[in-house]
């Protein structure tokens, strides 16, 4: 299974990223996506979802920041993220909504590692 995130790097607050995810053709065209993140210390969190019917949904926190997309001729989604603080460091990692399962786990490909220098 393909999932795999990058674009991630170190910057400084008030800076921008885009982050990228390509993902299984068949499985990125029929399944709802989404970005997650986990800081440290602290648990994994859905930080934004694409939903294929054209809509999408952020945490409140990152409202009006980050802009979630898909490109399906490149089965890629992104992540674009202005104006990054502090409290955006975490490693961002792509999955689909609900998250995938294998073998009876919840399937986590490679993620990004995003920090934000104050």
């Known amino acids: 299974v393909q999932l795999q995130a990058s674009g991630g790097g170190l910057v400084q607050a008030g800076g921008s990223l885009r982050l990228s995810c390509s993902a299984d053709?068949?499985?990125?065209?029929?399944?709802?996506m989404g970005w997650y993140r986990q800081a440290p210390g602290k648990r994994r969190e859905l930080v934004a979802t694409?939903?294929?019917?054209?809509?999408?949904t952020y945490i409140n926190s990152v409202k009006g920041r980050f802009t979630i997309s898909r490109d399906y001729s490149k089965n890629t989604m992104y992540l674009q993220m202005y104006d990054l603080q502090p409290e955006d460091t975490a490693v961002y990692y792509c999955?689909?909504?609900?998250?995938?399962?294998?073998?009876?786990?919840?399937?986590w490909g490679q993620g990004t590692l995003v920090t934000v220098s104050s």
């Open positions: 999955n689909f909504q609900p998250v995938l399962r294998v073998n009876g786990r919840d399937y």
């Open positions: 694409d939903i294929r019917s054209g809509s999408s």
């Open positions: 053709r068949d499985m990125f065209r029929h399944n709802d």
